[in-house]
T-cell receptor, first 113, second 111 residues
């Protein structure tokens, strides 16, 4: 039983392409997040959604567009990929806003060539 | 200056040693403090959670927070090779919606 799942696990693409990463949680949580982890393991929040509503947008370039079709899903679409977008992207969820415990997915390793 | 500073290591110790991992933070509004463990090619998982100052113990793990010096620590007793991972400290302001992470310390326990 996977709590937070992401697809794909690996993504290799050329600069300038558009790609999407999907996330699903089966924990019944209200809040979902996207994080970016760079090559130095620094994990930084990008977005959070609560019941399909955008709560946090951490000055991420507008080439990144999250979409939450329902509270169990939070997808990330990236336009015009750049070399600097190469990183591991983690989806996470928590029971509600302002909660300490976040459950992370396995990550999507994006490589832009 | 990052809000949460953590020595990235790497840190390598022999099996059975006591490990001390540390973070400092700059924002005195932080009230929740967490340690996440991340195995290679996996997502972070919550290991320890502490509210405000004090100690919390769970098996071989002890989390310690000193708000006066803005210093948080994780101690691992009787370290095992299975403890080899990256350990990330994280903090949160009460009522805020996001966690702020340190860079993570890569730990290796040698058999």
């Amino acid at each position: 039983d996977t709590a937070v799942s992401q697809t794909p696990k690996y993504l290799v693409t050329q600069m300038g392409n558009d790609k999407s990463i999907k996330c699903e949680q089966n924990l019944g949580h209200d809040t979902m997040y996207w994080y970016k982890q760079d090559s130095k393991k620094f994990l930084k929040i990008m977005f959070s959604y609560n019941n399909k509503e955008l709560i946090i947008n951490e000055t991420v370039p507008n080439r990144f567009s999250p979409k939450s079709p329902d509270k169990a899903h939070l997808n990330l679409h990236i336009n015009s990929l750049e070399l600097g977008d190469s990183a591991v992207y983690f989806c996470a969820s928590s029971p509600q806003l302002s909660t300490d415990t976040q459950y992370f997915g396995p990550g999507t390793r994006l490589t832009v060539l | 200056q990052k809000e949460v500073e953590q020595d990235p290591g790497p840190l390598s110790v022999p099996e059975g040693a006591i490990v001390s991992l540390n973070c400092t933070y700059s924002n005195s509004a932080f009230q929740y403090f967490m340690w996440y463990r991340q195995y290679s090619r996996k997502g972070p998982e919550l290991l320890m959670y502490t509210y405000s100052s004090g100690n919390k113990e769970d098996g071989r793990f002890t989390a310690q927070v000193d708000k006066s010096s803005k210093y948080i620590s994780l101690f691992i007793r009787d370290s095992q090779p299975s403890d080899s991972a990256t350990y990330l400290c994280a903090t949160q302001i009460q009522g805020a919606q996001k966690l702020v992470f340190g860079q993570g310390t890569r730990l290796t326990i040698n058999p």
